[in-house]
């Protein structure tokens, strides 16, 4: 296995329209159903796979920029 990435993310419980009874909650990171953090594409420390490298990246991200 190879890790693409982290993202921080909310765990979303599924929505009303989802139309999936045996699903409970949304493990997603993706921005469709669990917002993203914070407008952070543009700072461009992402891999390519558009997620970070390690969580400490999105902590040092955050406290440059957005503290």
Same mark, same amino acid.
């Given at each position: 296995m190879i890790?693409?990435?982290y993202m $921080?993310?909310?765990?979303i419980e599924k929505p009303? &329209? +989802?139309k999936a009874e045996h699903v409970i909650d949304i493990y997603?990171?993706?921005?469709?159903?669990?917002? #993203?953090?914070h407008e952070w594409i543009k700072y &461009?420390?992402?891999n390519g $796979? &558009? +997620?970070f490298n390690h969580p400490?990246?999105?902590?040092?991200?955050v406290k440059e #920029?957005? +503290?």
């Open positions: 890790p693409v990435g $921080y993310k909310k765990v009303d &329209w +989802l997603s990171v993706s921005g469709c159903i669990s917002i #993203n953090f &461009w420390r992402h $796979y &558009w +997620l400490s990246d999105i902590h040092k991200l #920029n957005f +503290l």
